[in-house]
Nanobody, 124 residues
Framework: QVPLVESGERWVQPGGSLRLYCDPS????????AGWFRQAPGKEREFVAQ??????FYADSVKGRFTISRDKDKNSHYLQMNSLKPEDTAVYFC???????????????????WGQGTQVTVSS
């Protein structure tokens, strides 16, 4: 089991940027699919981004503004969020899925491990 710990800034003004990290907490993300989801108040959890062996997928609502990537030095993956909007306010979750991997967007039910979630607030 690979516990995941999210970290990163929590609050930003509209138009600003944040980076969220997902730390495997002693494990390794090598050979894993990395994903990010979010859940806004009163809404269901939704897909944000996924990275499988360098192939990336994004929700239409964040395409061109968010980037998912891996920090090999820190053995973590991160979500770079730019041009943030108030509607991006949500609890963000990182998740991973181990082998076998497939180059397709996964549903949240296909992920094996989840972080505890971190609140991101976009507000002036």
């Amino acid at each position: 089991q690979v516990p995941l710990v999210e970290s990163g800034e929590r609050w930003v003004q509209p138009g600003g940027s944040l980076r969220l990290y997902c730390d495997p907490s002693g494990g390794s993300l090598n050979g894993y699919t990395a994903g990010w989801f979010r859940q806004a108040p009163g809404k269901e959890r939704e897909f944000v981004a996924q990275d499988t062996l360098g192939t990336t997928f994004y929700a239409d609502s964040v395409k061109g503004r968010f980037t998912i990537s891996r920090d090999k030095d820190k053995n973590s993956h991160y979500l770079q969020m730019n041009s943030l909007k108030p509607e991006d306010t949500a609890v963000y979750f990182c998740a991973t899925k181990g082998p076998p991997l497939r180059l397709a967007k996964l549903t949240q039910w296909e992920y094996d491990y989840w972080g505890q979630g971190t609140q991101v607030t976009v507000s002036s």
